[in-house]
Each structure stands twice: as structure tokens, then as C-alpha cells.
């Protein structure tokens, strides 16, 4: 479900709600809500076409666990009054192997992987899954404020692939680096820090995955791996730098 920066189809898209999201409606403006998202504290504004109430029991549940999140680029939930495509990193609210709770309806997951968060605890589990989901993501197309498989942005990209591991990111890259423990040189970098980047103004403006063998998964332009160093990341496919590093965050503490 698209979220917008303004009550209007031409505003910018700021994120998405993903399958099994909750958010709470702040307020109305003709045929637009304006809602926080449950999982990041995001605001934005939403059709109201688009919108599902459920009940204050269902969502003060969902507040209060985590959920599995599919590991299948995509799937189906189903029942007898849906049929609802997801894409990976799509929570399965209250899933319990085979059936899940989306309000009032029971649907099923039957066909598909899923991650179970319980098995994420240790670091090195942790950084398994981002370096096995990241490759699911590569080619996937730039979306500014997207966050899944068929368009997605840098921070919208870290946000789900953490999500996989039970690590609820904030949503723009601004805000993903007030997180973790500074990391002082690329050479002590270690897989599965985040590196930022700013622009001209000192702004943050882009994050990326530190993988193996100085790679850096980023989306630009599209979901690729690219060198990183000391000075940025450097494109290969144009032969230069296309973002200046501007600091480096440990979130998974071995």
C-alpha cells in the first residue's frame, strides 16, 4: 500500500505498508488518512479505499510479538474471501505453520517458507540470512520509498532485509544511523554493518549492506553489490565513485 508525503495520488511516495502491517489513523482529510505506521513510527497519508479497521484487541496483539516474515520472493495467502499475493519480507501475523490472523480472517500459508524469529537470536545466524536474503534482492528496481522486491529504495532495502532477523530499522537512512556502535575504519569494517554516506550539504542520504570481500549491497538505480573504501562506493559499471562514505554502524554485536 503506497504511503504518501501529502493527501493526494501526486505526492511523493514517502513508504509502504507491506501484507500483515498495522498502523493507526491520526486523521482525515477528504478521502485521505493520515496514519503512523505500528512497526516504525512513519507518518504519511493513505486512500481511504485502502484502508482495513480492525479491532483494538487485534492490534494491541500484534503490537505486542514479533512476526514471521515470508522468505519466498513470492507467495500466496488465501481463504474463502481472499487471495493475497506477498513478497518476501511480508509479515504472517500470528502464524502458526499453516494459518495466520488478519483481522477477522483466517488465511492460510501453506506453500511457502518462512523465517522463524526465535532462530535469529545468535549473530552469526543473523548475518547468514542477510547475506542468503540480500542475493534474493539483486536487480530489484529502485523505488524511492519503496521497501520490497519490485521497487525498493537504499534504506527500504535495509529496513525488510533486518526485518528478516527480527531488527526493527527506522525507516530513512537519517534515522537508521542514530543506530549501533561506530565503526572507526572501512579496514575494521565487518559483514553486516551499515555503512552511510552523505551528500554536498552533509546530509545523510544513502545506506548500504557491508558484505564479504569489501562489497556493499546498496540499491542504486537498482539492488547491486559494489566496492566499498575509504572514499565511497565505486561503481564499476560507470568507473567511479557514485556516494562519499560518511560513517560506518556495528548493529550486530558478535
Not at 519480507?89 to 480472517?105: A, E, I, N, Y
Not at 566496492?227 to 548493529?251: A, E, M
Request: aromatic share 10%.
Amino acid at each position: 500500500m503506497p504511503v504518501r508525503a501529502e493527501p493526494t495520488d501526486r505526492a511523493e511516495l514517502v513508504t509502504e505498508l507491506l501484507f500483515g502491517e498495522c498502523y493507526s489513523v491520526l486523521s482525515t482529510q477528504g478521502n485521505w488518512l493520515r496514519i503512523e505506521a505500528a512497526a516504525d513510527d512513519y507518518l504519511g497519508w493513505i486512500d481511504f479505499k485502502q484502508h482495513r479497521p480492525v479491532s483494538e484487541k487485534y492490534f494491541a496483539a500484534w503490537r505486542a510479538q514479533d512476526h514471521p516474515r515470508v522468505l519466498d520472493l513470492v507467495q500466496v495467502v488465501s481463504s474463502a474471501t481472499m487471495r493475497q499475493p506477498v513478497t518476501l519480507g511480508c509479515r504472517l501475523p500470528f502464524f502458526d505453520g499453516m494459518t495466520l490472523k488478519v483481522g477477522d480472517d483466517n488465511p492460510l500459508f501453506y506453500n511457502g517458507t518462512a523465517t522463524n524469529l526465535a532462530q535469529h537470536c545468535q549473530p552469526e545466524r543473523q548475518l547468514a540470512v542477510l547475506r542468503k536474503m540480500g542475493q534474493h534482492f539483486l536487480r530489484a528496481p529502485y523505488v524511492w520509498g519503496g521497501k520490497q522486491v519490485f521497487g525498493l529504495d537504499c534504506s527500504g532495502l535495509m529496513q525488510t532485509l533486518f526485518g528478516l532477523i527480527g531488527i526493527q530499522l527506522p525507516r530513512d537512512a537519517r534515522q537508521q544511523i542514530a543506530l549501533g556502535e561506530p565503526v572507526d575504519f572501512v579496514a575494521q569494517a565487518r559483514p553486516g554493518d551499515l555503512a552511510f554516506f552523505d551528500n554536498a550539504d552533509g546530509a545523510i542520504v544513502h545506506v548500504g549492506l557491508i558484505l564479504d570481500d569489501g562489497l556493499i549491497l546498496h540499491a542504486h538505480g537498482e539492488v547491486r553489490l559494489d566496492p566499498l573504501d575509504h572514499h565511497g562506493i565505486f561503481n564499476r559499471d560507470r568507473q567511479k565513485y557514485s556516494h562519499k562514505l560518511r560513517l560506518i554502524k556495528r548493529v550486530l554485536v558478535f
